[in-house]
């Protein structure tokens, strides 16, 4: 095992746990839910990216058609659209990082019992993707760092030879598929067939599973098609943490003020540019330019953190949220599925000629449910409820330190 030793390390890496990471994190969640609500409420729910999502709107639809419905509507998607998927995906990483450092101190073996880790974060994707949601992205972050975390054994050379690889292969493989995308507009999708519509409008539960499981493949695209550039995240979180990106000194806040600058600098122009240009421009747009926007977050997010009272409630609601964000991140989804379906609220399709806004307060309402609800549950527990029940699974698991 190759090991960094972590006397080599930042002064932020010493040992105590880092508040901007569960600030992140719960970001991260709130920002992910910003994205998926969209998917919640749109004619045939989850299944509708499957068909291009044609019925959320964009910047460029408004562009086309100004109005204060759809202005709000595509301002509200560019702000959530890939950024915090990216930056959960980074996170991610760090956490990987912060585990090999601790096995590091700790002289045990690598990845050693971390495998039992990787298939509970699978099984639990599994779970989550057949029973309530198709867009799950445990089982991705699972496979995803089983690599990594086999990859943090190697040099910290290789390791960055991988990480600017896996970046240049997405990048290369997201350019190509655009240009498909770009030269037969086809391509980009259309409406979703009436009946998934009224399969999430009006079916059964057991026949929504039912229809994720027989088409599981097209599910499962995203992070088929997306795994280079988790790869690079997971790697770039990895560098970002041994660099002390993290930390609460002035090493710390200097990366964060770069990354405040480059990632807002630079990506907010392209992201709008990809934005506006439609849906020709989807992939490059969620899954190239969002990424940069997404460090941009990191920092901004650090920003506030710096100038913020740590013990004040929005700190403290926000970090609760991110010290369960597995938890969190489930819930979310099984709030928006029983409201939301028809077998359960069947809001959506009751709402379906609202407009946007009651879908901009159906988010803020389960951010505030969340942030309560979390920071409730903090003060009689010490973990939420999927990461109690991680934590008992893994002390029964071979290998684990008890």
């Known amino acids: 095992m190759t090991t960094t030793d972590p006397q080599t390390e930042s002064p932020a890496l010493a040992g105590a746990r880092l508040p901007l990471l569960d600030v992140l994190r719960g970001v991260a969640i709130m920002g992910t839910l910003a994205t998926n609500v969209w998917l919640f409420t749109a004619p045939g729910s989850e299944a509708s990216f499957l068909f291009g999502a044609e019925s959320l709107v964009t910047l460029a639809d408004f562009r086309e058609s100004p109005s204060a419905a759809s202005l709000g509507e595509g301002l509200f998607l560019f702000l959530a659209n890939g950024k915090f998927l990216a930056l959960l995906t980074l996170l991610f990483g760090v956490g990987l990082a912060i585990q090999f450092r601790s096995a590091a101190r700790r002289g045990e073996r690598w990845p050693g019992p971390y495998k039992w880790r990787a298939l509970f974060l699978f099984t639990e994707g599994l779970v989550h993707f057949t029973l309530v949601f198709a867009a799950d992205v445990l089982m991705g972050y699972a496979v995803t760092s089983l690599v990594v975390a086999w990859l943090l054994t190697r040099s910290r050379r290789a390791q960055d030879a991988v990480m600017w690889t896996a970046a240049a292969l997405h990048a290369a493989f997201i350019g190509l598929l655009t240009a498909v995308m770009v030269l037969d507009p086809a391509a980009a999708g259309g409406e979703t067939p009436p009946e998934v519509v009224d399969l999430y409008a009006h079916g059964s539960y057991l026949d929504q599973v039912a229809f994720r499981l027989d088409h599981v493949l097209l599910f499962r695209a995203e992070p088929i098609l997306t795994f280079a550039l988790m790869v690079f995240m997971f790697l770039l979180g ?53 990424p940069v926007v997404a460090l941009g977050v990191i920092g901004a997010v650090g920003w506030v953190l710096d100038r913020a009272n740590p013990a004040g409630r929005a700190v403290t609601a926000v970090s609760s949220l991110g010290r369960t964000a597995m938890s969190g991140y489930v819930a979310q989804n099984l709030v928006c599925v029983l409201v939301l379906h028809g077998f359960g609220l069947g809001l959506a399709a009751r709402l379906a000629d609202s407009g946007p806004w009651w879908v901009m307060g159906l988010w803020a309402a389960l951010c505030a449910l969340l942030l309560t609800a979390s920071t409730l549950w903090l003060r009689r527990f010490r973990a939420g409820p999927l990461e109690a029940l991680q934590k008992a699974v893994l002390a029964r698991a071979p290998g684990h330190r008890r």
Not at 243 to 255: L, M, S, T
Not at 268 to 281: D, E, I, K, R, W
């Open 238 to 290: 990895v560098r970002l943490f041994r660099a002390g990106a993290f930390g609460d000194d002035v090493a710390g806040r200097r990366i964060r003020g770069r990354l405040l600058v480059w990632g807002l600098g630079v990506g907010v122009p392209f992201n709008l540019a990809t934005s506006l240009a439609g849906p020709g421009l989807a992939l490059l747009d969620r899954y190239v330019a969002a």
